[in-house]
């Protein structure tokens, strides 16, 4: 299997043609290809047996006032290095139209929705041109990430319909559920096409709680906007501002303490520990076995009660600024939180062992919600949901961040892709930070916990960041702008990418176990709504 610079050798060999210049970005190599010609060379890049590119993320800017052009990026992760590698397309002018990649990536096929709803850009070829995060009430020609659409603009509202996929025959129904439901929950649509018992068809239709997030970022400077970033997701505070943290660090060229850089992943270990635990209750829960969903809900209110200890926030907000942290913990700090993590990783064991030992349960779950290897690789699919179903990515260990280069991980992966496979990530996860944490109080060194920054980066210039949340990957592009403003942020939750694929989960499953399906994802609508 190839590494990044291999694939850069092989695409100039089978494409030179094609490609109009080829620049390092933090050490990920660019290659800017003609408009005309990028479908192709995705296609090459995703499908050749010996580079096997994922999308990862797939992005647009609009570079006006400073050049009148709008640029469109591809990033790929590549199957066995796990390298990252960059395409890049321009939009000259007032040309709106480029290539989909969609009919040769189906990963591709909401990130150019989203690109055409936020920009007016056009994916020619896309083989589905219904609305994604505009509504149909939003006015026709409205496209808020372009330059010249003001942020507070106050839309009218429009009538319009969005057109669901239909499958018509004899004794097929339809059942909608949502997208307002009965209980605490955010707004989602899931629309059911049965013949009978088993589902048909499930479609989604999501963004009801768009908040112009992306938009946010442009008002704010770069060392700013970390408490906008803490609330893209609530539940993933750490992951999301961490993410934009090393993202202006690597802007400003600054050296984060490594001191910092072990609280940093201490906190990230916590929000892991504490959304996995609750996340399993729940799981027993939609199994109406409530013993489990209550010493899980327990375990979890423990870990929430020692973050608000330590942080004055129980989900650990304002812990991370740019440069590094907000806070330090002493040694005694550290000390009580892995007693009191040991005591709960044998609780949890004893939690666990009678969650497998019941056969009632596992019949629910076992074969249920599949999602089959081929799909997850179809979707890129990342996180607990990809390595439920043999997906064998984490970016802790394959592009080590805050102190992941020196405390290697125990990435668990299964690949039969059912919900008790769902389950038993977590649980593994759950165990491994119980590890991790123990090893952060024996390694951290002392130190400063924060550096300040010293020149302002160069306007257009911009960084990728990743950070491995506790759902999956998150990845944060800032560019700057001018007078230490953002131009542009592209935000990508792992929601965003598995949405879709749980869709293909439901299929032969019968409705009444759709939340289990469901609460086995855990997906967020606000991380993916932006």
């Known amino acids: 299997m190839a590494d990044a610079q291999t694939a850069v050798t092989r695409l100039k060999g089978a494409y030179g043609a094609s490609i109009v210049e080829m620049t390092p970005i933090n050490g990920t190599p660019r290659l800017r290809v003609k408009k005309e010609d990028l479908p192709q060379v995705a296609h090459y890049l995703h499908t050749h047996p010996n580079l096997r590119g994922a999308l990862s993320l797939l992005w647009a800017v609009d570079h006006r006032p400073r050049e009148s ?3 469109i990026c591809y990033l790929f992760t590549l199957a066995e290095r796990k390298d990252w590698l960059l395409l890049c397309t321009d939009l000259q002018g007032d040309d709106r139209l480029f290539g989909s990649i969609t009919p040769h990536i189906h990963a ?3 990130y150019e929705r989203e690109i055409r709803d936020l920009f007016g850009l056009i994916p020619a070829g896309h083989p589905d041109t219904r609305r994604l995060v505009r509504h149909e009430h939003w006015p026709k020609g409205s496209h808020p990430l372009k330059k010249d659409f003001q942020w507070d603009t106050v839309l009218e509202r429009t009538q319009g319909q969005y057109e669901f996929r239909q499958i018509e025959g004899e004794g097929v129904f339809e059942v909608p559920v949502g997208p307002i439901h009965a209980g605490i ?8 096409s049965v013949a009978g018992e088993p589902i048909m068809q499930l479609e989604l239709r999501h963004f009801w709680k768009h908040r112009g997030v992306e938009k ?8 700013s906007a970390v408490p906008l970033a803490e609330r893209v997701s609530g539940d993933t505070t750490v992951g999301h501002s961490l993410a934009y943290c090393q993202a202006v660090e690597s802007l400003l060229g600054l050296e984060v303490p490594r001191r910092a850089r072990y609280l940093r992943t201490l906190f990230l270990e916590l929000e892991r ?9 729940a799981m027993c829960n939609d199994t109406a076995y409530a013993l489990p969903h209550a010493h899980c809900g327990r375990m979890k209110e423990q870990v929430m009660q020692l973050n608000d200890r330590l942080t004055g926030s129980r989900f650990l ?3 991370n600024r740019v440069g590094g942290l907000a806070l330090d913990l002493s040694a005694e700090q550290l000390a009580a939180v892995v007693g009191e993590l040991d ?5 949890f064991s004893e939690v666990g062992s009678i969650i497998f030992a019941n056969a009632s349960l596992t019949d629910r779950l076992e074969t249920t919600g599949v999602l089959s290897e081929r799909t997850a690789w179809d979707h890129a699919v990342m996180g607990v949901i990809g390595r439920a179903s043999g997906i064998d990515r984490d970016l802790r260990r394959d592009h080590p961040f805050a102190a992941f280069d020196e405390l290697p991980v125990k990435v668990p992966l299964y690949r039969y892709g059912d919900v008790r496979a769902r389950l038993r990530v977590r649980g593994d996860e759950i165990h491994e930070s119980i590890r991790l944490i123990r090893e952060i109080r024996s390694r951290i060194p002392q130190g400063p916990i924060a550096v300040e920054p010293t020149r302002p980066p160069a306007a257009g210039s911009w960084a990728l960041s990743a950070v491995e949340g506790w759902r999956g990957e998150i990845l944060y592009v800032v560019m700057a702008g001018e007078q230490g403003k953002i131009h542009r942020c592209k935000v990508r939750d792992p929601s965003f990418v598995n949405w879709p694929a749980i869709q293909w989960a439901a299929l032969g499953n019968i409705i009444p176990d759709f939340p289990l399906i469901n609460k086995s994802f855990n997906l967020s609508y606000a991380g993916n709504d932006l």
């Open 69 to 71: 052009r709008y640029e």
């Open 108 to 110: 591709a096929q909401w």
């Open 185 to 192: 929950i955010e707004p989602g649509h899931f629309r059911f």
């Open 216 to 223: 946010l970022f442009e008002q704010q400077t770069l060392t």
């Open 273 to 281: 520990l504490s959304n996995n635990l609750g996340d399993i209750g």
């Open 317 to 319: 907000r304002g812990t």
């Open 343 to 347: 005591a709960l990783g044998r609780d």
